[in-house]
T-cell receptor, first 116, second 110 residues
Framework: GAVVSQHPSWVICKSGTSVKIECRSL??????MFWYRQFPKQSLMLMAT?????????EQGVEKDKFLINHASLTLSTLTVTSAHPEDSSFYIC????????????FGSGTRLTVV | QKEVEQDPGPLSVPEGAIVSLNCTYS??????FMWYRQYSRKGPELLMY????GNKEDGRFTAQVDKSSKYISLFIRDSQPSDSATYLC??????????FGTGTSLTVIP
């Protein structure tokens, strides 16, 4: 249980274009979705937190106009990297919160974005 | 000071060895502790979850939390080549925002 499906798993795009990454919770309702990015040999850095039906909360230093997050339903959240540049190349991972004793997180498999 | 400190390794052990992975933290309010395993180019997968202090065992894996020392550990017994991955610790005070360690890269040599 508590599976999150993330697509695409990898994408190469040209500089200046936009890329959309989708995360779907398959067997539970994800009221809260977290978006992370991970650079090589570094840990997960939280970019933003989104709650279904409301605007995402961005971490300090993350451009909300560049990284558009939409959480329109309880099973789908999307991250759109707008006007991508090579420095946006990274591994992007979504995570949904579910309840066990307290709360747990389940992660998508990640999206490797390369901007050329 | 980082919220969570984790030795990045790399750590290399022979098959069958006992592996000890550790994280220290600075926030005494942390009470949710997790260990994730991440294979290359994949998302992290939850291994162990612990609330508050104490030990938890699941098969070959044992998680320990020492809140007085702000120190958590993950032990892997009878390590296997398939255990080769990066192991991330994560912790939270409220169960909302989790803070991750940088991950420890483990290689188990057959």
């Amino acid at each position: 249980g508590a599976v999150v499906s993330q697509h695409p798993s990898w994408v190469i795009c040209k500089s200046g274009t936009s890329v959309k990454i989708e995360c779907r919770s398959l067997d539970f309702q994800a009221t809260t979705m977290f978006w992370y990015r991970q650079f090589p040999k570094q840990s997960l850095m939280l970019m933003a937190t989104s709650n279904e039906g409301s605007k995402a909360t961005y971490e300090q230093g993350v451009e909300k106009d560049k990284f558009l997050i939409n959480h329109a339903s309880l099973t789908l959240s999307t991250l759109t990297v707008t006007s991508a540049h090579p420095e946006d190349s990274s591994f992007y991972i979504c995570s949904a919160r579910y309840k066990i004793v307290g709360y747990g997180y389940t992660f998508g498999s990640g999206t490797r974005l390369t901007v050329v | 000071q980082k919220e969570v400190e984790q030795d990045p390794g790399p750590l290399s052990v022979p098959e069958g060895a006992i592996v000890s992975l550790n994280c220290t933290y600075s926030n005494s309010a942390f009470q949710y502790f997790m260990w994730y395993r991440q294979y290359s180019r994949k998302g992290p997968e939850l291994l162990m979850y612990t609330y508050s202090s104490g030990n938890k065992e699941d098969g070959r894996f044992t998680a320990q939390v020492d809140k007085s020392s702000k120190y958590i550990s993950l032990f892997i017994r009878d390590s296997q080549p398939s255990d080769s991955a990066t192991y991330l610790c994560a912790m939270s005070a409220t169960g909302n925002q989790f803070y991750f360690g940088t991950g420890t890269s483990l290689t188990v040599i057959p």
